[in-house]
């Protein structure tokens, strides 16, 4: 009884599938709090996903799910992925986690549920449909900001310019972000187009071009700032909303 409980308030509020990380040196399964609890404040279930990279398992948890967040990491995707040769400068990748990143949003794109993508996510968004990545910003962005902001986490360190009649217009029509990546989208993938720029011309956000989608990815992290910046909170709330059926 008790856990038929549990379901039963589980579907009152949409479900959100969350990938989780996997940190090499201890072989465990993580995720930053911050994604969850933004979730969970706004009206959402968080369910953490385990990067099991095997079909029957992920299109189940796809049954479970609502929707799905992807976040951020503290790697690199693949960049035989995309057709690349590993630059330099390149950080650490995961196989593990790229498999499953992967099969994950080929189930979303089958299925049409709402995707956010943050940072990392929305660099295995990319290249999920056949887009490119730079693989280090310092390296191949001429005269480019410091994308690698550091502590404080939160601080919003650098203005974006965002594209007229775009989903991220509707909320915002310029804002300042934090930062925490070396790499971004080069050649936006099948479906998806930049609405938002750094001033260096770093791709800041991309969104699906289909409207009868929500597929909506940002290089900053709102996570870490919805409970006071009206633009992160307000990307959430937009994503849940798009998660419980209130419209694409």
């Known amino acids: 009884m008790r856990y038929l409980n549990i379901v039963e308030f589980m579907r009152k509020r949409p479900v959100i599938g969350l990938a989780m990380r996997l940190e090499i040196d201890s072989n465990r399964f993580y995720l930053g709090r911050d994604y969850s609890e933004a979730l969970a404040g706004l009206g959402a279930v968080p369910f953490h996903m385990s990067l099991i990279p095997d079909p029957d398992y992920v299109s189940e948890i796809m049954d479970l799910v609502d929707g799905v967040l992807l976040p951020g990491s503290d790697t690199d995707v693949d960049p035989l992925l995309y057709g690349a040769e590993p630059h330099?400068?390149?950080?650490?990748?995961?196989?593990?986690?790229?498999?499953?990143?992967?099969?994950?949003?080929?189930?979303?794109?089958?299925?049409?549920?709402?995707?956010?993508?943050?940072?990392?996510?929305?660099?295995?968004?990319?290249?999920?449909?056949?887009?490119?990545?730079?693989?280090?910003?310092?390296?191949?962005?001429?005269?480019?900001?410091?994308?690698?902001?550091?502590?404080?986490?939160?601080?919003?360190?650098?203005?974006?310019?965002?594209?007229?009649?775009?989903?991220?217009?509707?909320?915002?029509?310029?804002?300042?972000?934090?930062?925490?990546?070396?790499?971004?989208?080069?050649?936006?993938?099948?479906?998806?187009?930049p609405t938002a720029w750094a001033k260096d011309g770093v791709i800041e956000c991309i969104e699906d071009t289909r409207p009868d989608r929500f597929a909506f990815g940002v290089q900053w992290h709102p996570e870490l700032s919805w409970r006071d910046d009206a633009l992160s909170r307000e990307i959430f709330e937009q994503f849940i909303g798009a998660s419980n059926g209130d419209g694409k």
């Open 88 to 193: 330099p400068r390149l950080k650490k990748t995961v196989p593990l986690k790229d498999r499953t990143d992967l099969m994950v949003l080929e189930e979303i794109e089958r299925r049409a549920k709402p995707l956010l993508a943050i940072c990392y996510g929305m660099q295995a968004l990319n290249v999920s449909r056949g887009g490119t990545l730079i693989q280090d910003i310092e390296a191949e962005v001429p005269d480019c900001l410091r994308h690698e902001q550091g502590i404080p986490l939160d601080r919003r360190s650098h203005s974006i310019t965002v594209a007229p009649e775009s989903r991220l217009c509707k909320l915002a029509a310029s804002a300042t972000v934090n930062s925490h990546h070396h790499q971004a989208v080069r050649n936006p993938g099948k479906n998806l187009r």
